[in-house]
């Protein structure tokens, strides 16, 4: 009887450890995709000019909602923030989200105050030239700091990529192949970011972002993720470099510890 009750309990805790790694597995999957989807807009939100107003607004009702989900599901990270030691990755990382965080507040209810479709019905009177302002700086601000914080995070990534792929083992032929390749999209991000004048808007040295109309999508977006692609190769090297030898400092290690598991 005494045995028959002890495998019972046994089973009954192996049953709610399954169940909670099934549950711990469907959140991280649910994660992911919010991320994507928040990059994949973002990236849409950038050619403002390319889609119309009123298809910029409904996208960024989208971000605003994928916003909230992203930090709901998140929510550990805030609860964490002053635990733990902060080594110099924890300290970027943590640095990093929470510029993240305050731009993308702006970027939103600056998009609020300005809106004429999606927020019409808001009873808002003036700030519209102070919320243009903050929309310009706080959008390339934005994108920047995407790329950066993707870059802390991009060995999960292409973790995840391989792990998809069912790429197994080292190749040093294709990891040098693919370092060629990251340094060929980062010369031409840089390119592009100084040709398309980022830094201008982002510390409002103009009032005004010059918008191509007659620009193609494909071009746009090229130079966009080249950009992007640049500030994640930059990051991700110097996050290599700052890893201390024989520690576990790396940058899945670091969001780990800042975020309990949580993430950000």
Same mark, same amino acid.
């Given at each position: 009887?005494?045995? %028959?009750?002890? *495998? ?23 994660? %992911? ?7 994949? &807009? ?6 403002? $000019? ?12 989208? @971000?605003?909602?994928? =916003? ?18 902060? *080594? ?14 305050? &731009? ?11 809106? %004429? ?12 030239? *102070? ?14 700091? @995407?790329? &950066?914080?993707?870059? =802390? ?6 973790? !995840?990529?391989? $792990?998809?792929?069912?790429? *197994? ?9 693919? !370092? ?15 040709t398309r004048d980022l830094a201008t808007y982002m510390f409002l040295r103009t009032q ?19 950009? @992007? ?13 700052l890893q201390k030898p024989g520690r576990n400092n790396s940058p899945r290690a670091e ?10």
């Amino acid at each position: 009887m005494a045995g %028959r009750d002890f *495998t019972g309990r046994v089973k009954g805790k192996y049953r709610i450890m399954s169940e909670r790694k099934s549950k711990m597995k469907a959140k991280s999957k649910i994660k %992911r995709a919010v991320d994507l989807l928040m990059t994949l &807009v973002l990236l849409f939100l950038m050619g403002y $000019q390319l889609w119309g107003e009123t298809a910029h607004e409904w996208a960024g009702a989208g @971000m605003l909602v994928l =916003f909230l989900v992203h930090h709901l599901l998140n929510h550990g990270w805030y609860r964490n923030l002053f635990r733990r030691k902060y *080594t110099v990755m924890r300290v970027l990382i943590s640095a990093v989200d929470l510029a993240l965080l305050a &731009v993308m507040i702006c970027l939103m209810a600056s998009g609020i105050v300005m809106s %004429r479709h999606v927020f019409a019905f808001l009873p808002i009177t003036g700030g519209m030239g *102070t919320a243009r302002l903050v929309h310009m700086a706080a959008c390339y601000w934005g994108f920047v700091l @995407m790329a &950066v914080h993707l870059g =802390f995070h991009w060995g999960i990534v292409m973790a !995840r990529v391989r $792990q998809i792929l069912g790429v *197994t083992g080292a190749s040093k032929v294709r990891g040098l192949v693919l !370092r060629i390749l990251a340094v060929l999209i980062a010369g031409y991000g840089l390119y592009a970011f100084v040709t398309r004048d980022l830094a201008t808007y982002m510390f409002l040295r103009t009032q005004f972002v010059f918008l191509d109309y007659s620009e193609s999508p494909i071009s746009f977006y090229i130079d966009y993720l080249a950009m @992007m692609g640049l500030f994640i190769w930059i990051v991700y090297y110097l996050s290599v470099i700052l890893q201390k030898p024989g520690r576990n400092n790396s940058p899945r290690a670091e969001r780990e510890s800042s975020s309990g598991r949580a993430g950000n």
